[in-house]
Structure formats: C-alpha cells, structure tokens
C-alpha cells in the first residue's frame, strides 16, 4: 500500500483499534478477575508475548509511562493467565464487531476483507519485531470477522515495531515521540495523551523542554523546520519498513484491501466504537 500514517489509521488501524474503548473487551477481561482501568489493555495486549514483566511491556509499547505499567504488570498475571486473557479478548472482540457491525459482520465484504488481510499478513517479517512475532504465534481464528480483526492486528504491530525502530534511530524516547507526534496535529490531544499514557504535567514539560533544547520544539511548543524534518523521516522510514505486506499483496489487492477496510472502518466510528475528544483529528 502506497499510504501515510493517517492513511493507515483511518483505513486499517481502527478494526484493531476499536478492542481498546468497547465495553464488551473490557467486560469480558475483568471478568476473569482483571481489575477495572489500565490492567485489561497492557495485559491483553501483552498477554501474546506469555506473562513477561513490565519492562518488557513498558519496552515494547513504547510511549506509556514505565512507572503507570508497573502498576499492573505483572500483578495481572497473577488473576488470570495469559492464555485466558487471550481467550477473553478474543470473545469480546467478537461480541463487539457483532453489534457494531450488526448483519454486516456476517457479510461478503468483511469474508473478502478477511480473506485478503490474511493474505497481506503473510508478507510480514518477524526479525526485530517481538510484538508482531508474539501475535504471530497465536492460532487463526476460525469465523471471517475475527480472521479480519487478527490479521489487522498483526499488520498494525508489525508496522508498530518498525515505527520504535526508526524512533530510536532518530534519538527519540517513548515520551518525546508522543510529545512530536502530538505537535504534527495528527495524534493525541495533549490532555489525552497524558491522561491514556500516565504522563504527568512535571514530566511533559520537562519532555518539551528537552526537545526544545535539540531545536526540535519550538518556543510555543510547535515543530520547528527541524524538527519537521525529523517527523517526515520517521514517517518515511516507518512506511519503508511496513512495506513487506503490500509488496506480498500486489497493488491491485492491496487498493481492494483498503477500499472495503476504510469502509468497515466508518461504519464502527458511526456505530459509536469510538469515545470524541481523544485524538487531534477527531476518532482514528
């Protein structure tokens, strides 16, 4: 896929992403014992790679707060297993794409969407990419909609490992990544940002204060040229390292796969998988 980072986000990224605002993945975690707030998204999202701790959490999901992640992590594993975290993340992503979808989740659209994801995930590389190769090793799903959701998933670590790669290249750590991308306009709103990513006011300024000192903020808090630059460079070089699944699917399947994709897509945001006034240009 010839795309942008918004170009994923809008077409691809919110089939995922939607599993992190629904109650229905929430409810199912906490039920085995998970305790309401930040515990059910790092445990579910991490539980692919066994019950590792939270510096490994904290590593690979990269723009979260270490401090925030070792609240939880490993406590979580201790009131369920990762194999059931699994397996209850998976029932409420099916509960949930069912009532957002409605009769559309039994529908050719979303068999020939599935059908050419998987296809696509086939072209994604494991090495230096622990996330994606943790949700690689787990089994297929067997109905459509859900083949759907994984391969999406894996599409989206696999392109998230390769954004860390670029982001520590560039010199950037978790939080001042999450500092530039809020400043293109393209991410979190700052409050939100703080807020989902456990950051405080202190450690924030503190954030843009070091990246001003690189010439990177601006005194407002704004990109400078510089630091525009920098933001352009790892946009290019995570598409460069996300290329592999496109390059698999051909591009007359990959526009296929993005056109029925960016229409799944909408009708979740219109069904309402999707809380306002979290990121910048409205839902992902």
């Not at 510096?55 to 992640?69: C, K, L, Q």
Request: glycine content about 12%; some cysteine; aromatic content about 8%.
């Amino acid at each position: 896929m010839a795309g942008d980072e918004q170009r994923f986000k809008s077409a691809f990224d919110s089939l995922h992403a939607f599993v992190y605002f629904v109650p229905e993945v929430d409810a199912a975690l906490t039920g085995l014992g998970l305790r309401p707030g930040r515990m059910p998204y790092f445990a579910g999202r991490s539980a692919a790679m066994g019950a590792v701790g939270a510096e490994v959490v904290a590593a690979t999901f990269y723009n979260f707060n270490p401090e925030v992640v070792a609240r939880v992590i490993p406590r979580a594993w201790t009131l369920a297993t990762p194999e059931q975290v699994l397996a209850a993340r998976l029932d409420g992503t099916d509960r949930a794409l069912t009532r957002l979808l409605g009769d559309h989740v039994k529908s050719d659209e979303v068999a020939e969407a599935a059908e050419l994801a998987r296809e696509a995930s086939e072209g994604c590389a494991g090495e230096g990419r622990p996330l994606y190769a943790a949700h690689a090793g787990l089994a297929w799903p067997a109905e459509p909609h859900l083949v759907l959701w994984h391969a999406v998933t894996l599409l989206r670590e696999h392109r998230g490992d390769g954004h860390i790669a670029a982001l520590v290249l560039e010199g950037l750590g978790g939080l001042e990544a999450l500092v530039t991308h809020g400043a293109t306009g393209r991410g979190f709103v700052t409050a939100a940002a703080k807020l989902t990513r456990g950051w405080s006011d202190e450690q924030w300024a503190a954030a843009e204060s070091r990246l001003k000192d690189r010439g990177i903020l601006d005194a407002e808090g704004g990109l400078t040229e510089a630091g525009t630059a920098l933001r352009d460079r790892l946009e290019a070089a995570t598409e460069a390292a996300a290329r592999g699944p496109w390059d698999h699917l051909g591009a007359e399947k990959a526009a296929r796969l993005e056109e029925l994709c960016r229409g799944l897509s909408r009708r979740l945001v219109e069904a309402g998988a999707f809380p306002d006034g979290v990121f910048a240009l409205g839902r992902p």
